[in-house]
């Protein structure tokens, strides 16, 4: 069974305050005209002891932000830089959210909940700090499915609709508005040490976020013999590059294409967050793209490993300014052994095998591709139907020798067809609710989502990592 997170009694911990006079702005909320609770995530509500929250106090927490109690007094924009599709802006940060609350959860992990379309900040620039309905449903939509697939994600904690009417020009307009908040293990950014590096910040501040950072790591030292392993710049390197790795594979045996893979979307904890233009693969194919305004294919599918190790090369740059480059370009060294460890591991797990662990893995994981190229199909399909190596013929049936099928007797493998979130099936979903009116086939859908989640069980996290 796929578990739920361990639930916890409500304890503030807002350990930002230490370091948020350089690295973000207090700012005031939106003031909306309307507040009706759409989403709850009774999940992770309990995870965080908020679960015996009534709605109306949800509302009052959750759109009015009114602060937790012994929690962060003020929201806090976050400033960063980053390279956005490989061009460096140093004007951008927290443009419609803020971090609102610290608070540990049943594991005693440090969680940030965070905001999106809660409005104006000084880094939102042209745009007005709101958020469309249809972007909180597509997101909660992202986020349920990717932690459904054993994808490290955000979680869509709260959407509030907001009463406003937006207009966008990648949908029809006026479009309905809402705020949305998130559950994350951290809102830092490789960006965030960018902006340090750029502005030549005193030298203080990047050991002290270095450090903070650190905190939230219950991961391994580096390799024994990591030059440099003591340094805690070096720590933090090589434990960024085992989770980024590691995010990296699981978005390949997912399906997923994040679409935006700039530097300022990178979590330092290897969390996947902030969706905007992903999409799942209809079929198997590397060239695919999210964007439509990714004209070059830089963040496509198949580019998405290269994208991701290219922006724990910014950190690194970053890093320089603490330490000399040779035991920062070593951590960096390991991330291609790591991902491709890693997508084994995971390919393993979602087509229902133990791995092996040696070559064959590898060839299980080439030949696969291979055969859901020829056959025009995507990893939804094809993992279904070949779960424990059920439906085997041909060369898949010869690759699959000697491995062990894993547990299978979830109701979910029989049945007629895979769980998807295409694009067409988003389209629909939130069709019914702006059509209609209709928030149960959203409902639905988020329960199949789960019940999937608990057929396919815990995914493998990297050596003496732990994900929730």
Known sequence: MHPDPPSS??????????????????????????AELRFRNRRWDRAVGLDDLSDDDWVRHFADFEPLPGNIPQPLAQRYHGHQFRVYNPEIGDGRGFTFAQLRDGAGRLLDLGTKGSGLTPYSRTADGRLTLKGAVREIL??????????????????IETGEELHRSDEPSPTRSAV????SHSHIRIGSFQ?????????????????????????PPPPANAPGRDEPSVRLMHLVVERLADLSAAYMVAGFVHGVLN?????????S??????????????????????????YAYGRQPVSIHWNCTQLALSLRTLVDAPPLVAALERFAPLYEAALARRFCWRLGVKPLGDERDRRLVSRSEKLMERG?????????????GRNAEGILAETLEGYEPLASDHPYWADETPQTMLIDEVEAIWAAIAEREDWQVLEDKIAAI???????????????????
């Open 180 to 183: 949305l908040v998130r559950l």
């Open 142 to 159: 992202a986020t349920e499915m990717l932690e459904a697939l054993g994808v490290y994600t955000s979680k869509t904690f709260s959407v």
């Open 195 to 219: 902006r340090l590096a750029a502005l030549d910040r005193p030298r203080e501040e990047m050991e002290t976020l270095v450090d903070y950072c650190l905190r939230l790591y219950p991961g």
């Open 376 to 388: 025009g199909i995507g990893p939804d399909a094809y993992f279904f139907a070949h779960r424990g």
């Open 273 to 298: 967050f902030d969706y905007g233009p992903w999409r799942f693969l209809p079929k198997w194919d590397p060239n695919f793209t999210a964007a439509y305004f990714d004209e070059t294919g830089l």
């Open 9 to 34: 009694q409500y304890t503030p911990d807002p350990q930002i305050l230490g370091i948020a006079n350089w690295l973000a702005d207090a700012v005031d909320p939106a003031l909306f005209p309307m």
């Open 450 to 468: 789960r019940r999937m989640g608990e057929a396919l069980g815990e995914a493998p996290a990297p050596e003496g990592h732990s994900f929730d």
């Open 263 to 271: 530097s300022d979307n990178m979590n330092i904890t290897g969390e």
